[in-house]
Antibody, heavy 116, light 112 residues
């Protein structure tokens, strides 16, 4: 059974940093492209970033480019999202997903709150 | 970025009646490999999104056959043949053909 479990969310002040993790199981993690998607409270979904199976290629939406870094450790079956210079508008539930062209599998999400 | 426009944004439906949601993309979603990477997702209250339909019309495993998807190019439709109580939630379309992927605004389905 495919499982994705996000962790690392919490309360952080504007300008602060946070690292999210997504631990995968039930499939050969190193073979698959992965993405992060976020959902602000009460709002819609936003596709954020992509990483290739090896980790050599990444892509980011403009609103997080230069502030967020996506990476992976295939030996640990874990995906990461390093978030710096956080803004109030980054407050959201963050999901990892398998298959960037339409995620079949999603985690339960981890809430990031950026507030002073 | 490709803009995905859903309608309606609110959809009150009587139990047992059909429902339909449309999604229009700002450009063609045909990818260079010939596929159309267009999806429909359901998000029930308090839950993560769940993919219902991929590549326009392919139903995911476990999705009831009352859900169907159709469309081509830039116009797509999700149909529910007979709405059940468990269908309450928000439905999102999403394109994965062009980077970055983009979602529609969401359609809130409720029971009348």
């Amino acid at each position: 059974e495919v499982q994705l479990v996000e962790s690392g969310g919490g309360l952080v002040q504007p300008g602060g940093s946070l690292r999210l993790s997504c631990t995968a199981s039930g499939f050969t993690f190193s073979n698959y492209e992965m993405i992060w998607v976020r959902q602000p409270p009460g709002k819609g979904l936003q596709w954020l970033s992509y990483i290739s199976p090896s980790g050599s290629d990444t892509f980011y939406v403009d609103s997080v480019k230069g502030r967020f870094t996506m990476s992976r450790d295939n030996a640990k079956n874990t995906l990461y999202l390093e978030m710096n210079s956080l803004r109030v508008e980054d407050t959201a539930v963050y999901y990892c997903g398998k298959d960037p062209r339409g995620p079949e599998y999603w985690g339960q999400g981890t809430l990031v709150t950026v507030s002073s | 970025d490709v803009v995905m426009t859903q309608s309606p944004l609110s959809l009150p439906v009587t139990l047992g009646q059909p429902a339909s949601i449309t999604c229009r993309s700002s450009q063609s979603l045909v990818y260079s490999d010939g596929n159309i990477y267009f999806n429909w997702f359901q998000q029930r209250p308090g839950q993560s999104p769940r993919r219902l339909i991929y590549k326009v019309s392919h139903r995911d495993s476990g999705v009831p056959d009352r859900f169907s998807g159709s469309g081509s190019g830039t116009d797509f439709t999700l149909r529910i043949s007979r709405v059940e109580a468990e269908d309450v939630g928000i439905y999102y379309c999403m394109q994965g053909t062009h980077w970055p992927g983009t979602f529609g605004q969401g359609t809130k389905l409720e029971i009348k």
